[in-house]
């Protein structure tokens, strides 16, 4: 649990509500998380489904990691405790842009399952949607996509015994027990991807049905 070392501080609510934002987006604020390996293809789909949510008309953005961690998180390494660090805040921007009315995408990694709950459970208690999204790729076909050659710097280091710590080779990933969503980003296109995810955001009446 990371430790609260602000003091003298008090929560402010605002005159605006919940509800008026997503009045006037015509549509409710949510997480949409991505989770998978890397070379899973979570960001490609994850801005596949934000281009197809501006499409129609609704508010969307994506956090990817590897943008994050050019500036917010750019302090932050690999190690489990930065790992850990880099979920916790980006769960907790996420939460403030789905509090704002915003269809938020996430493109992370975020290869330990107790992080991921984390951040679950702090929309929960927001009372925020939170979807995550397994991107179901066995490691070999990851592998061999290996679109950044990170693999092959991670088996070579581990051949000369110094290792990386990454994930799928030299550390673990925790595949989600019971996700809302899985996309098995094999035999299917990105579109196809997207589709699914933006067919369970209308079934849970996310893109403004009712409102």
């Known amino acids: 649990m990371t430790e609260i070392?602000?003091?003298?501080?008090?929560?402010?609510?605002?005159?605006v509500t919940r509800e008026d934002r997503?009045?006037?987006l015509k549509q409710r604020g949510a997480t949409v998380w991505f989770t998978g390996l890397s070379g899973c293809g979570k960001s490609t789909i994850a801005f596949t489904v934000e281009h197809a949510l501006i499409q129609r008309g609704h508010l969307a953005y994506t956090l990817d990691g590897d943008n994050i961690r050019h500036g917010l998180n750019k302090n932050l390494g690999f190690s489990a405790a930065?790992?850990?660090?880099?979920?916790?805040?980006?769960?907790?921007?996420?939460?403030?842009?789905?509090?704002?009315?915003?269809?938020?995408?996430?493109?992370?990694?975020s290869p330990y399952r107790k992080d991921r709950d984390q951040v679950r459970k702090i929309h929960q208690e927001a009372g925020l949607p939170f979807v995550e999204v397994f991107v179901d790729?066995?490691?070999e076909v990851c592998e061999s996509r290996d679109p950044k050659g990170l693999y092959k710097k991670a088996r070579a280091a581990l051949a000369e015994g110094k290792g990386m710590g990454f994930t799928?080779?030299?550390?673990?990933?925790?595949?989600?027990?019971?996700?809302?969503?899985?996309?098995?980003?094999?035999?299917?296109?990105?579109?196809?991807?997207?589709?699914?995810?933006?067919?369970?955001?209308?079934?849970?009446?996310?893109?403004?049905?009712?409102?």
């Open 137 to 139: 790729v066995p490691i």
């Open 22 to 24: 997503e009045k006037l």
């Open 168 to 211: 799928g080779v030299d550390d673990p990933y925790e595949p989600p027990t019971n996700p809302e969503i899985v996309l098995r980003n094999v035999d299917i296109t990105r579109e196809e991807a997207a589709a699914q995810v933006l067919n369970y955001l209308e079934s849970k009446g996310l893109l403004g049905n009712g409102l």
């Open 82 to 109: 930065d790992r850990e660090e880099n979920i916790r805040r980006i769960g907790e921007v996420a939460k403030l842009f789905a509090d704002a009315g915003a269809i938020t995408l996430t493109s992370f990694i």
């Open 5 to 15: 070392k602000a003091t003298n501080i008090t929560w402010h609510e605002g005159h």
